[in-house]
């Protein structure tokens, strides 16, 4: 086969179609990590610097700092600020039905939303897949208050989570519409619906409240002709067959320290969708060697390579705690042994 642009080599991945080598991307690289291998690179830069097959963006929201800490976004969240590429969620403007029916989300038709994706997909198209990143029915409705609050809300009043799960899912796909008009072809949805020793709700909670909006969500993706990678951390083992029966193309990321197996998974669902994953980024390549990077990166390549379908990443993403040199390790290993015959 002729060799692919990284656009080619991850929609055609997506589709289960034959592919030149296995690609590669991440959903953050941690500013730290970029520096360490070459302090001259941006996000941007350092894509096509290691020959990563895609570049994930957002849309623009606006934001205020309120506290030293604390920073107030549009959809009215307020995010801890840790100093790392991920902050967290602590509060929000809703607490009950009718704080819903006064709340005011984000206006998906604002111009201003997409300036990214308008740069991104000029700049990349035709050489990176362009990937954005938006919600399903989990993150969106779990931050608008603090996360024990939603959790209480799932048993105590479920109409409640369930109108919240409508709004975001109006929201983004309106979002998803205008941001096909600008070009966009692939987004991931980010929502984590498992702790390592399962899913944060009864399989019969998430059947009766979650699953008909990811399903919902994901047929709308799908008629505006996206193509779906879907992330979950955690043990999602029993949530599984509604996750992948809801229409997505690719699940990401197969959690080693949650107990999910590669293989498995790969063997089970491996016809159905691809796989993205799954060099372990909690142990393997934070406190391993680069010899136990290759080795499991070789592991993962042996299983997902087979029958195609497969993207390598780590377990997560390479956040500010991977050592840099093992993630230069990863992406050799599979430049050597990735390739397609």
Request: net charge negative.
């Amino acid at each position: 086969m002729k060799e692919l642009t990284s656009e080619e080599r991850i929609i055609r991945t997506l589709n289960l179609q034959d592919v030149d080598r296995v690609p590669t991307f991440e959903w953050l690289v941690d500013k730290k990590v970029i520096n360490a291998i070459n302090p001259e690179l941006n996000y941007i830069k350092f894509c096509y610097e290691m020959g990563l097959d895609a570049i994930c963006i957002d849309c623009d929201y606006k934001s205020e700092r309120i506290s030293e800490k604390q920073i107030k976004n549009e959809w009215g969240m307020i995010i801890q600020d840790t100093g790392q590429a991920h902050a967290y969620p602590i509060d929000g403007p809703i607490r009950t039905f009718k704080d819903l029916e006064n709340y005011q989300p984000p206006d998906p038709k604002d111009p201003a939303r997409y300036c990214s994706i308008e740069k991104a997909v000029a700049d990349h198209t035709g050489k990176k897949a362009v990937i954005l990143h938006l919600n399903d029915v989990f993150s969106i409705p779990s931050r608008l208050m603090p996360f024990d609050d939603f959790l209480m809300l799932i048993l105590d009043e479920p109409e409640t989570v369930k109108a919240l799960i409508n709004m975001s899912i109006d929201v983004n796909l309106a979002m998803a519409k205008e941001a096909v008009k600008r070009g966009i072809r692939i987004i991931y949805t980010g929502d984590d619906y498992a702790y390592n020793s399962g899913p944060m709700m009864a399989p019969s909670q998430f059947r009766d409240i979650f699953y008909p909006g990811l399903k919902r969500v994901m047929k709308g993706y799908k008629d505006l002709g996206l193509l779906i990678l879907k992330h979950t951390d955690g043990n999602i083992m029993p949530l599984i067959e509604m996750i992948i029966d809801s229409g997505i193309d690719c699940l990401d990321p197969i959690d080693p320290i949650a107990g999910m197996n590669l293989r498995h998974i790969k063997e089970k669902y491996g016809s159905r969708i691809a796989i993205k994953g799954n060099v372990d980024c909690a142990k393997t390549l934070t406190f391993g060697s680069v010899e136990d990077t290759i080795e499991e990166t070789k592991h993962c390549l042996e299983i997902g390579m087979e029958g195609g379908g497969y993207i390598l990443s780590s377990s997560n993403s390479i956040h500010s705690e991977v050592k840099p040199e093992n993630y230069i390790a990863m992406l050799n290993t599979n430049n050597k042994f990735g390739k397609y015959s």
